[in-house]
């Protein structure tokens, strides 16, 4: 059972396209997050939401919207895509926030997003 | 602010030999660390982590790290690597508020037969 899945794993498009990546957990977790991994490995928090509601929102273009409809779905719509847009997206989870430092972070598997 | 650094940006060792990938950090107040392990094309996959108790910490894959408080390390070890051990290496640790990780820059671990 995947704990936590994210679709697309890969997606090509052309630049100006609007594209969305949907992630959903299975583990019961009341927090998600969305890294970027960028052409260097680098990782990066774009966003986190805990219950549904925004509470980390990092320097991201407002092209980028997060949007939890419920605490187990965590999507990522990106509007007007650039070039520099190209990297992998990683969808996570975890219990709690806040007070409960100790606890692990769960990945997705990523989406490979190439703009051309 | 909390950073964390894994000054090797690539470790070559032999299958059979002991591994080590370096981790520093800085944070203010007692620190979370996490190690995970990214294989091609694929997430990151949770290894061990340190919150407190004993600073020799036991994880998944024959993994363990030690921490050390006065040299605000904590490094990956492992006694006999494999060559399917080889893949990238992110050290990590838990912000002060508890809502975010702090990724280092990743180490590529090759592990040669």
């Known amino acids: 059972d995947t704990a936590v899945s994210q679709t697309p794993k890969y997606l090509v498009t052309q630049m100006g396209n609007d594209k969305s990546i949907k992630c959903e957990q299975n583990?019961?977790?009341?927090?998600m997050y969305w890294y970027k991994q960028d052409s260097k490995k680098f990782l990066k928090i774009m966003f986190s939401y805990n219950n549904k509601e925004l509470i980390i929102n990092e320097t991201v273009p407002n092209r980028f919207s997060p949007k939890s409809p419920d605490k187990a779905h965590l999507n990522l719509h990106i509007n007007s895509l650039e070039l520099g847009d190209s990297a992998v997206y990683f969808c996570?989870?975890?219990?709690?926030?806040?007070?409960?430092?100790?606890?692990?972070?769960?990945f997705g598997e990523g989406s490979w997003l190439t703009v051309v | 602010a909390q950073s964390v650094a894994q000054p090797e940006d690539q470790v070559n060792v032999a299958e059979g030999n002991p591994l080590t990938v370096k981790c520093t950090y800085s944070?203010?107040?007692?620190?979370?660390l996490f190690w995970y392990v990214q294989y091609p094309n694929r997430g990151l996959q949770f290894l061990l982590k340190?919150?407190?108790?004993?600073?020799l910490v036991k994880g998944s894959y024959g993994f363990e790290a030690e921490f050390n408080k006065s040299q605000t390390s904590f490094h990956l070890k492992k006694p006999s690597a494999l060559v399917s051990d080889s893949a990238l290496y992110f050290c990590a640790v838990r912000d002060t508020r508890g809502q975010n990780f702090v990724f280092g820059p990743g180490t590529r671990l090759s592990v040669l037969p």
């Open positions: 340190y919150i407190t108790g004993d600073n």
């Open positions: 944070v203010s107040g007692n620190p979370y």
């Open positions: 996570a989870s975890s219990r709690g926030t806040g007070g409960t430092r100790g606890n692990t972070i769960y």
């Open positions: 583990l019961g977790h009341d927090t």
